[in-house]
């Protein structure tokens, strides 16, 4: 895909995903005039978006970039430079998947279908407020090539509202889940300029960053969390993220026994073993799974925290998502 096709197509999924918020986004808009007045701008509005963030965090007692909307809770067990592992607590989001010939043709069929959801595409036809961010989950292919697969799952997180309570989807392509308590290494940066391809090789670098730390990772995908539309001259939140796959400070967790779906997908597989602790809620019921004891910290009983070569959870690759 020609980079203007790319940035067209990134353009059109933010928008998307973003026009819900009403005012929060309207901070993030620039008037078209000369670069140096453009340049002034986006400076200016730097400023002043650093200033809200700094108030929403305080009000909120969130992270400064999800700019007060609701968004998935972590602390931070690890900082290594760039990079930080986070401990995710446990909560609900909805997921579709999506085949497409690129990252960002998948991008705007899922917000469609996410967005439609909040709209009132559910059971109870209530209109849910926007969240962020907007993860999608690349597969990863050939590392020599440093490729991605077709299929691409992307995920957003429930409003508050309705965490453990959510209406179902009146969309069949789009499901219900619970993710329990886990961890990812996650690294944030700004690009003026995003494309797919470079996307993808931050990546695979990301992985083998990792990997040369001597840190246990699943490299069978990684996630690209979008906070934002890509403007330029504004600030930007973007992160990679990387599921630590295995228990720095303590035991793997009993795993949940989940119904197996529609037999054995590899493409399924490599994203189940993200979600291997999840429970799916299908028909209304959420299936029971672990949600207290994944990674505890040594103050919790959970073990030495120097200790570099933690045991690998091992996870076997449930069917959690095989009938979507």
């Known amino acids: 895909m020609k980079v203007k096709h790319f940035c067209t197509a990134v353009l059109a999924a933010c928008l998307m995903l973003f026009i819900a918020q009403g005012a929060a ?33 305080d009000a909120g007692n969130r992270p400064w970039f999800c700019r007060g ?29 999506v085949e497409a010939d690129s990252l960002l043709q998948a991008q705007v069929i899922a917000s469609k279908r996410l967005l439609g959801y909040l709209a009132g595409d559910n059971e109870d036809s209530v209109k849910l407020a926007p969240t962020v961010p907007l993860n999608s989950v690349l597969l990863t292919a050939d590392k020599a090539s440093g490729t991605v697969k077709g299929h691409f799952f992307f995920a957003i997180y429930l ?12 969309n069949r392509d789009v499901r219900l889940i619970r993710l329990h308590r886990r961890a990812f290494w996650v690294q944030t940066f700004d690009s003026p300029l995003l494309t797919e391809s470079s996307l993808i090789a931050r990546g695979w670098d990301l992985i083998t960053e990792l990997q040369h730390l001597k840190r246990k990772v699943d490299d069978r995908f990684f996630v690209f969390s979008l906070y934002e539309p890509p403007l330029p001259f504004v600030p930007h939140h973007y992160e990679l993220a990387v599921r630590a796959k295995c228990r720095r400070h303590g035991d793997a967790p009993t795993e949940a026994v989940l119904a ?52 690998d959870d091992g996870p076997e690759l449930s069917e959690l998502l095989a009938s979507m």
């Not at 650093?50 to 929403?56: I, T, V």
């Not at 909307?69 to 990079?83: K, Q």
Request: a negative charge; proline letters at 7%.
């Open 25 to 57: 986004s309207r901070q993030f808009g620039i008037p078209v005039s000369s670069s140096a007045r453009t340049a002034a701008v986006g400076s200016a509005a730097a400023t002043a978006a650093a200033e809200a963030s700094a108030a929403l965090e």
């Open 69 to 97: 909307l609701d968004c998935p809770s972590f602390e931070v067990v690890e900082t290594r430079g760039s990079l930080q592992l986070r401990r995710y607590k446990s909560a609900g989001f909805l997921v579709t998947r």
């Open 159 to 170: 409003p508050e509202e309705v965490q453990g309570d959510a209406p179902r989807p009146s």
């Open 260 to 311: 197996a779906g529609q037999g054995v997908d590899d493409v399924h597989g490599d994203v189940h073993a993200w979600m291997s602790s999840a429970g799916i809620e299908s028909g209304g019921v959420s299936l029971p799974g672990d949600d207290d004891d994944d990674y505890p910290l040594p103050e919790e009983g959970g073990g030495d925290p120097a200790d570099n070569e933690c045991e």
